[in-house]
C-alpha cells in the first residue's frame, strides 16, 4: 500500500506536454533573465517546437536505440542555444548560461 502511495505523490514528468512544459521553462527564464514580452513569445515559441522534436524523438526511441535519440537530442539542444542566442541580449545570455549551469548542479545534487 505504501508502494502505491508513494507512486502517485510523485507523477510522472513525461506525462506533461509540450506545451505545459515550454510555459514553466519560459516562466522560469523570464524570471531568471528578465524578458520583455516579445522575448517571452518567442523563447516560449522556441521551447515549445524543441518540446515537441524531443517529446517524437523518445515516442521513437521506445524500442531502443537511445544512443541516437541522445545524440539528436543534443543537436536539438544546440540549435535551441543557436537560436535563444539571437533572441537574448548578450546580458541576458549570460544570466541564461548561469541560470542553465544552476539548473543543472541541482539536477545532480538530487541524483545523489
Known sequence: MMTAL????????RNISPEDIAKRST???????NLNEK????IYELNLETGKKMR????????????EMREKMSELRADQ??????????????????YR????????????
Do not use: H
Not at 56 to 67: N, P, V, Y
Not at 81 to 94: E, P
Not at 101 to 112: I, L, P, S, T, V
Open 56 to 67: 517524437a524523438l523518445r515516442e521513437d526511441a521506445q524500442g531502443g536505440g537511445f544512443e
Open 101 to 112: 549551469a544552476e539548473r543543472r548542479a541541482g539536477m545532480n545534487q538530487r541524483r545523489r
Open 27 to 33: 516562466e522560469q527564464i523570464k524570471e531568471a533573465v
Open 6 to 13: 508513494i507512486g502517485n505523490a510523485q507523477p510522472r514528468q
Open 39 to 42: 522575448q517571452e513569445k518567442q
Open 81 to 98: 542555444d543557436k537560436k535563444m542566442k539571437v533572441i537574448l541580449s548578450s546580458d541576458q545570455w549570460k544570466k541564461y548560461e548561469s
